[in-house]
């Protein structure tokens, strides 16, 4: 077993002896204060225009922008019941408010304010709700250009992503120390939540005392080819319970746990004479690391006790490899083959809890490519793919996509799963799901989305099989 300690030296070693070759060559600088805040604050999931609003204060320029978003959404059958009373409807209201602040030449401060409203305005079988708030997604500041090389600092909450959101998708306290080159960037650095930043409440207790070491690495090896290892440890400091321990309901945590994740990544395009051009993906990861579990029940005003405490090592491994073929016709529509499987059993994988498993193929929009409706971690699952994606007009495109979903070893568990029943844990074929995601372009500010899903539930769900739980879910984005 690779130990953290080992890897995380050997990955901040490299950000540090990047610059030495890089020294010479001004091209290998890293980009502007101003560009590094705005690759390193938005989301790959958003544009903003280049020309935004921008005032002076104490002297020093700020720039404002942000997205305003809608999002309505409507599920049905999610119990997967004859007769079940779970159809909801949910609508969204979303206002992100962007400032860029350019303290000098190479520093710059960057914060990222969420306004937000949701109204379940339809609940079967219960009453509608509604609630409202802010919250802080980020504020850092960021120092670039250190000691006169392509490093940078960041300290402050931040927005921890990666392309494809296998690995993470957060907004995570820390500080990292960033190399931009011309052919290869990393960065290294290590968090811990110092709070919660919403009106709505507090730091959930799985959420506490959690010290993270995330590490990243890219070498852009030839024109549109690049490999990229991953680094992420993971320590929880909470101090955990006793049997027959007594505590609030509310500050219940079921699990402790001390991981470690490696992996690496390889991705590009390809364009031969055949059979044409495409576009490829692969990613291996390991875990490594030891869990605790609480059984815990209910007891008397809002109490809670421990009845039972197991702890258990942990082993696994996953991979998701793909390519999306451009087909020979005129309109250029892609093919997309894929194949993800997570181990199970005594060496059951899980995902670090801070992805979003959201990307797109070809399309305009990303979306859950292991199901919009299903929406399960890659643990415990084998999951494959066909999807066809096509051109609407120049600004269009609409992308069905089929998953088959298998349990590596048959469990009554879908780690991830939004629907509202479980799997018997005697058969592992869980079912299929059909996706249709339609998108819309027009200009880089305003974006449209249409999706639809179905997943039909397999033999795992026993006198279920064959039924249906489905969605329809239309966004609407601004961006300025």
């Not at 010290?211 to 852009?220: F, H, Q």
């Not at 059993?345 to 070809?362: A, D, E, P, S």
């Not at 027009?442 to 039909?456: K, Q």
Request: hydrophobic share 35%.
């Amino acid at each position: 077993m690779v130990k953290p300690a080992s890897v995380t030296l050997t990955i901040t070693a490299l950000c540090w002896a990047f610059p030495a070759w890089a020294a010479d060559d001004e091209e290998k600088r890293p980009a502007t204060a101003l560009e590094l805040a705005r690759e390193l604050g938005v989301s790959g999931d958003d544009t903003r225009p280049e020309d935004q609003t921008q005032i002076n204060v104490l002297g020093k320029p700020l720039i404002i922008g942000g997205e305003i978003g809608a999002d309505l959404r409507y599920r049905g059958n999610y119990e997967i019941e004859r007769g079940a009373d779970d159809d909801d409807g949910q609508l969204q209201l979303e206002t992100k408010l962007e400032t860029i602040w350019l303290l000098g030449e190479n520093i710059v401060a960057f914060a990222d304010t969420r306004l937000f409203g949701e109204s379940n305005f339809y609940e079967q079988g219960d009453e509608a709700s509604e609630e409202a708030g802010a919250e802080l997604n980020e504020a850092w500041i960021l120092r670039t250009n250190l000691f006169d090389t392509p490093l940078a600092l960041q300290v402050g909450r931040q927005q921890l992503q990666e392309r494809r959101e296998f690995w993470w998708d957060a907004n995570l306290d820390m500080i990292r120390l960033h190399y931009f080159g011309k052919d290869a960037s990393a960065y290294v650095g290590i968090g811990r939540e110092i709070g919660y930043k919403s009106t709505l409440g507090r730091l959930d207790p799985e959420d506490k005392d959690l010290v993270r070491i995330v590490a990243n690495a890219k070498w852009d090896w030839a024109d549109r080819q690049e490999v990229q290892a991953f680094f992420l440890n993971q320590r929880d400091r909470s101090p955990g319970y006793i049997e027959s321990q007594i505590f609030d309901e509310d500050e219940a945590d079921e699990a402790d746990g001390d991981f470690t994740w490696i992996g690496l990544r390889a991705r590009g395009r390809v364009k031969t004479d055949f059979p044409g051009k495409f576009y490829y993906w692969a990613d291996v990861a390991l875990v490594r690391g030891t869990e605790t579990l609480y059984d815990i029940d209910d007891v008397e005003d809002d109490q809670v006790i421990v009845d039972e405490i197991e702890q258990r090592k942990v082993r696994g491994w996953a991979y998701d490899i793909g390519a999306s073929l451009e087909l020979p016709f005129e309109f250029e529509p892609y093919l997309t083959l894929r194949h993800a499987r997570g181990s199970g059993g005594n060496h059951t994988f899980r995902q670090t809890g801070l992805q979003g498993n959201k990307g797109k193929f070809r399309g305009n929009s990303r979306f859950r490519y292991y199901g919009e409706v299903l929406r399960p971690d890659l643990s415990n699952l084998a999951v494959s793919t066909v999807a066809l994606g096509i051109p609407v007009g120049e600004f269009g495109w609409i992308e069905g996509v089929w998953h088959k979903y298998r349990q590596v070893v048959a469990d009554d568990d879908i780690a991830g799963s939004r629907l509202g029943i479980d799997p018997d844990g005697i058969s592992n074929r869980l079912g299929d799901e059909f996706d249709v995601i339609a998108s819309y372009r027009p200009t880089p500010s305003w974006d449209f989305e249409l999706t639809g899903g179905g997943f039909r539930a397999g033999p795992a769900f026993g006198d279920e099989q064959g039924r249906w739980a489905w969605l329809v879910e239309f966004k609407l984005d601004y961006n300025f």
